[in-house]
């Protein structure tokens, strides 16, 4: 008298991969919050190598005393701290409490600011103004 079919309910980390697997050009058209967080993930992803390889620069000038590691653990809570604000604006972005227009990019823009102040410390001010004037 009856037929049924048992549906398999996906669990949370099904669903996370299946967002993973979604190509690049459906996300860009997708209106789904959380398969736009996915898109600005993968384009941040590249981001993050170039804007971290900006603050690798002062944060690899040592002094002679200092020694040749000694801003190895600085530069890896840097990456810490930056990787974990990365993901909690990714989980905000799919939860819909920031804007996906501000998304992932405040934080890359946190980097540059702090590897721009790194810079500005080592070499100073003048230099930067010197630099704009030629």
Known sequence: KKHGLLVEQRTDEELELWKKSIKTSVLLRSKDKGERAELQWRIS???LCITLAMLAVPLSQTTPRQGRYAKLVLAIVFYLLFTN????SRTWIARGEISE?????????LIVFTALLFLM??????YFLRQKSK
Do not use: F, Q, T
């Open 121 to 126: 410390r080592h070499y100073g001010l003048r």
């Open 85 to 88: 604000l990365l993901s909690i």
């Open 45 to 47: 992803s590249a981001l």
């Open 101 to 109: 227009y501000v998304g992932l990019w405040w934080v890359h823009g």
